[in-house]
């Protein structure tokens, strides 16, 4: 009796959480494969209709009309981009910051991580006019470096990577040093291999913060061809006259988390390897 | 075939001097065992030989060169760490092979090389495994290997067998002593263990407090300590050693006179070193213990006494067929050349 209790009960949390979370998705599901009319004949059908490809179509080639007809397919690009290079260029930088700080001994090496770690408590939010100033001096308004350049530089991966720099032994770097491994050998073959797990981890976390930025692009970009998906999903229902197209606002939304969807599973297999290889 | 040589090798860290002016060789072929407590700057002089930390001052000679600004690489040696120190991410042949490959060698020579110290040390099936997959003994071995492949000058080892269990440590202290009687590779090998000291060494180096006590071959540290300090640390169990004064015919302790050649002036206060396995049984000995606890070998019994009624508790190595019941007083006698004498200052030996 007990055991079966003890089985039904955390399925019973787990399915009650999964119906939550999932609920809404499948009424945007739905959402998105009624015409506008449906939509907004309360209650709404809970039975997916025929306008499925239609709607996608739609929505991918040529976007809405508050979105100045730019297509979602170009703003999926474009924030594939910018959450790319920013998770891609965040692992790249806080990789060897973090292995400078923890294995050399150079003047002022204290300063320099607590400079790294005091970056923590200014998100971008708080010195986005500033950074706003310095984009817009060195030309980057509307373009790719704009988007990504100042949301690059990470003290949270950097922090990560530190700690995890900190538990590989002295005894690993000494090896490799009487083996004949300079310091990028070391880094090389010893380091970023034994870090790939917690790169895995990163990346997907990154990807997601990047995909996800609102302020800084909304800020940054002007033209309708450097728009991103969370942004063109805001332009679609923020429309003061014509009346919002709910059907490719739905669309759009699922369309947006399929990327992070795929990097999660993508990465999943990543971390299943790393937990069952650690070491001990 | 190489030889190790340090002239007055000394290391600091700021003001605080760890080790205090090391002169020592290593013969060609010759295993020397650094040995002595947690703390008395062994494993300093190790890492100073490898080249991982700088020596402060005097110098460090392999082969005959001086090597105090060369890096570890390029000292032609190998080190056997204490928690092995294997790549976790590489298999067992990768680690052999690593620095080999740091070394540009030619890819049949380092197979061939790999191949041949994973025969000595019977990791042949095991080369595709990763370290974790490996038993402790078994790691042990492929650290070793890494050393051998490189076939360097001098091997280091910073007790390589501390991570073992006891039965390991003794099959794997056999198979270290075999092995680099095979290779004939000189070798310095620090440890705090005592028995693995002994049985391993040529000779010994017992260091105390950054300075070495004494250097010999392990069974004249034995018969002759040169310091109180020695005495008690080599040999188990440790020598008593216990508070005396030189007396005419001999030395007294706590009212027992113990017959000894005379050292000294007579009303001298001297440290008597006894140890345990030479203290024998004997009815009209001047020594009597009253048993307070028995550690039972098997083989022998290590008898825990005190000396008279309140002195000092003493041990003493009977036969394990020898029953004495708790709270029996025995009487027990020594050989007078048995006897150790120190200076109760210096703790330096008091003749010979």
């Not at chain 2, 061939?112 to 019977?122: D, F, K, N, S």
């Not at chain 2, 000189?186 to 040529?202: K, P, R």
């Not at chain 2, 017992?206 to 034995?222: E, K, R, T």
Request: net charge positive; with cysteine; aromatic share 8%.
């Amino acid at each position: 009796m007990r055991t079966r209790r003890g089985i039904w009960i955390p399925h019973a949390v787990l399915l009650a959480g999964l119906a939550l979370v999932l609920f809404p998705i499948y009424v945007a599901f739905v959402a998105s494969s009624l015409t506008l009319r449906d939509i907004l004949d309360a209650p709404m059908t809970l039975v997916p209709g025929p306008e499925i490809v239609a709607n996608y179509r739609a929505a991918l080639a040529s976007g809405t009309v508050s979105t100045s007809g730019q297509p979602v397919a170009a703003m999926l690009l474009n924030s594939l981009v910018m959450a790319l290079v920013i998770a891609i260029g965040k692992i790249a930088i806080s990789l060897p910051s973090a292995y400078a700080v923890v294995f050399f001994r150079f003047p002022l090496r204290r300063v320099c991580f607590w400079g790294i770690f005091v970056t923590l408590m200014l998100p971008v939010e708080v010195r986005i006019i500033p950074t706003y100033k310095i984009a817009a001096d060195l030309g980057l308004i509307d373009s790719y470096a704009g988007l990504t350049l100042p949301l690059v530089a990470s003290a949270t991966a950097t922090l990560l990577f530190r700690q995890f720099f900190l538990t590989i032994p002295d005894e690993l770097v000494e090896a490799a040093k009487i083996d004949g491994a300079g310091p990028w050998r070391f880094f090389i073959d010893t380091v970023i291999p034994l870090s790939r797990t917690n790169i895995a981890a990163l990346f997907v976390i990154l990807f997601i913060y990047g995909w996800n930025q609102y302020l800084w692009p909304l800020l940054v970009t002007d033209s309708p061809s450097m728009t991103t998906i969370v942004i063109g999903i805001r332009q679609m229902i923020a429309n003061g006259d014509a009346q919002t197209a709910w059907h490719l606002v739905m669309a759009t939304a699922l369309l947006a988390m399929l990327p992070p969807v795929a990097v999660v599973l993508a990465m999943q297999r990543w971390f299943v390897v790393g937990l069952v290889e650690t070491e001990k | 075939m190489a030889t190790l040589t340090l002239d007055a090798v000394r290391k600091s860290y700021g003001e605080r001097e760890v080790v205090h002016g090391i002169t020592c060789g290593v013969a060609d072929g010759e295993l020397v065992v650094v040995v002595g407590p947690s703390g008395c700057g062994k494993s300093t002089l190790l890492r100073m030989v490898a080249g991982l930390e700088p020596v402060t001052s005097g110098t460090v000679l392999i082969d005959g060169r001086i090597v105090n600004a060369v890096e570890p690489k390029d000292r032609d040696i190998a080190m056997v760490f204490q928690n092995y120190a294997l790549y976790p991410h590489m298999s067992v042949y990768d680690n052999m092979a690593y620095g080999l490959k740091m070394r540009k060698m030619r890819r049949t020579e380092i197979r061939e090389r790999v191949e041949r110290a994973a025969g000595i040390l019977q990791l042949r099936d095991l080369l595709a495994r990763k370290p974790r997959q490996l038993s402790g003994g078994q790691r042990q071995r492929v650290a070793m290997g890494r050393a051998i492949v490189r076939d360097p000058k001098i091997f280091l080892f910073d007790e390589p067998l501390s991570n073992l269990d006891a039965q390991l440590r003794v099959q794997m202290r056999v198979e270290i002593k075999q092995l680099q009687q095979e290779l004939g590779t000189t070798s310095l090998y620090v440890t705090h263990d005592q028995v693995e000291a002994m049985t391993l060494a040529d000779r010994l180096i017992v260091m105390n407090a950054g300075a070495a006590d004494q250097i010999g071959p392990p069974l004249a540290l034995y018969e002759r300590p040169a310091t109180a300090f020695v005495a008690g640390f080599i040999g188990s169990p440790a020598m008593n050693l216990l508070h005396g004064q030189v007396f005419e015919s001999g030395v007294a302790v706590n009212g027992a006179v113990l017959p000894a050649d005379r050292r000294g002036e007579p009303g001298r206060a001297v440290l008597v070193g006894l140890r345990p396995e030479h203290i024998e049984l004997a009815p009209a000995g001047p020594v009597s213990l009253r048993v307070e606890l028995l550690e039972r070998l098997g083989a022998d019994t290590i008898l825990h006494g005190r000396l008279g009624t309140d002195g000092p508790i003493m041990t003493a190595r009977v036969p394990g067929t020898f029953q004495p019941a708790i709270g029996e007083t025995l009487a027990f006698g020594i050989r007078p050349e048995r006897i150790h004498l120190f200076d109760p200052e210096s703790k330096r030996r008091l003749g010979n």
